[in-house]
């Protein structure tokens, strides 16, 4: 749930904020009139988003797209279609949108109008297809530990996926309209302009590492060469992994709206006639101040999600040190009261080549047998098990295993070891232990 919480607001909070903010000064700027636009442009978006993600889970239809327009050519086109919409809506914006509407009901736009709303339009379109393929996929590709669709696990993911969406919607309604209620709209259009600035230089230099790469689909006429371009590979690498820093700085930026629109409304400064008039105007105040504060709450709550929410579900799984056993000859013995409580036990026996090899004993729920085996699999290496709860998961992939097939060969079921029960002890031949050197060597 977490996981699938945090990373759908990493992946949507700065294109929702951008879309938000172009919407807002739109609206300001030509009424209703743009509106048509901004939809054709998002549902556009939103249609292109389903056909990539529908494809991309096809193996078939797949392997046609990319023989069309693969992954890189996708991410460099929608990068320079955010950028071209993002930069013609605020170029035309300064000369054909220099002030409010002064009737938002009116019919029809002029040229110049228009043309504003048609990049608006585009710029929509490229953040949706850019950030939106991978969301809409997400619910089919949850990873629910072999358990598929149907499952707990499934439902938890959808949860914290569900509870982004809403919480992203929430942050839009209350900054479109906080940003439609700013007194000041040069304020509006200043913030606007520096978030699709942001988030403009952070989507050009993820993709120069194309251009870094050599690769020959990028539009770029200058062949790269690191010893003239330094910068280049550094500014990529830094754009690329530092997600948090760009997404707190755009939605930052955007949030100077509701800080200025609860400032604004402390006090009552419009002109009143009566004490009626006066009361109206303090509750619209309030209200104005509670949609501020619920902004600012919610950005706030997103940069937890990416800070302590994912610090915590992304935190390391530390393995259970191993436990005590007694060596008799050439054999190692367990008392089975020892390891009879149903929870996982591990054992480490160093070899005379200081190899430690581990293994892992639990007793099968509802059975008088064990599940034994290596603390190592075929498909994940040495990365070991660990407990969560009454489960038993792979460190590495995050898969349940299913504890009455431990012991059993394939999978990422632990490499089976054999063992024998004898006068309340499970006994391990000191060769059988010895013989898994070679799956800790590393």
């Known amino acids: 749930m977490l996981k699938y919480l945090y990373s759908t607001v990493e992946n949507l909070l700065i294109a929702v904020t951008l879309i938000t903010l172009i919407?807002?000064?739109?609206r300001r700027t030509y009424g209703r009139r743009g509106r048509p636009f901004l939809w054709a442009g998002g549902i556009a978006g939103l249609l292109a988003s389903a056909a990539l993600a529908a494809a991309r889970m096809d193996l078939q239809a797949n392997r046609q797209l990319n023989t069309w327009l693969n992954i890189s050519q996708q991410a460099i086109w929608t990068t320079l279609i955010i950028i071209t919409g993002s930069l013609g809506f605020l170029i035309l914006l300064a000369f054909f949108g220099r002030k409010d509407c002064p009737d938002p009901d009116a019919a029809g736009l002029k040229a110049g109008g228009a043309a504003v709303c048609v990049f608006a339009a585009i710029a929509v379109f490229g953040l949706t297809v850019r950030e939106m393929p991978g969301i809409i996929s997400d619910p089919i590709n949850f990873d629910t530990m072999g358990?598929?669709?149907?499952?707990?696990?499934?439902?938890?993911?959808?949860?914290g996926w569900l509870l982004a969406l809403i919480l992203l919607a929430l942050y839009a309604r209350w900054l479109y309209r906080g940003a439609v209620r700013l007194k000041?709209?040069?304020?509006?259009?200043?913030?606007?302009?520096?978030?699709?600035l942001s988030g403009c230089f952070r989507v050009f230099a993820i993709i120069l590492r194309y251009w870094t790469a050599n690769i020959k689909q990028f539009p770029w006429p200058v062949r790269y060469d690191s010893a003239r371009f330094p910068w280049a590979s550094d500014l990529t690498i830094f754009a690329s992994s530092n997600i948090l820093f760009f997404s707190a700085l755009v939605a930052g930026i955007a949030m100077i709206i509701p800080l200025k629109l609860f400032i604004d409304h402390i006090r009552v400064t419009e002109p009143y006639d009566n004490p009626a008039q006066l009361r109206r105007h303090r509750f619209n105040n309030r209200k104005l101040r509670r949609m501020a504060v619920r902004t600012l709450a919610v950005f706030a709550v997103f940069m937890v999600c990416m800070t302590a929410?994912?610090?915590?579900?992304?935190?390391?799984?530390?393995?259970?040190?191993?436990?005590?056993?007694?060596?008799?000859?050439?054999?190692?013995?367990?008392?089975?009261e020892d390891i009879s409580d149903g929870h996982l036990h591990r054992f480490e026996y160093v070899t005379k080549k200081n190899i430690a090899v581990r293994w892992i004993v639990i007793k099968k729920p509802n059975s008088a047998a064990y599940g034994v085996g290596l603390d190592a699999c075929d498909v994940c290496g040495n990365a070991g098990y660990y407990e969560r709860g009454n489960q038993v998961v792979c460190k590495r992939c995050d898969v349940v295993m299913n504890i009455r097939t431990i012991g059993f060969p394939g999978g990422c079921n632990p490499i089976p070891l054999n063992y024998a029960i004898e006068n309340g002890k499970m006994v391990f031949r000191l060769e059988d232990i010895i013989a898994g050197e070679s799956e800790f060597k590393f």
């Open 23 to 26: 919407a807002a000064v739109v």
């Open 147 to 159: 358990k598929g669709v149907i499952s707990e696990e499934w439902f938890l993911r959808l949860a």
């Open 184 to 196: 000041s709209r040069g304020t509006v259009v200043a913030v606007t302009a520096a978030a699709l």
């Open 309 to 336: 929410v994912k610090s915590y579900a992304t935190r390391p799984v530390v393995l259970s040190s191993p436990e005590s056993y007694t060596v008799d000859g050439d054999r190692i013995l367990i008392d089975l």
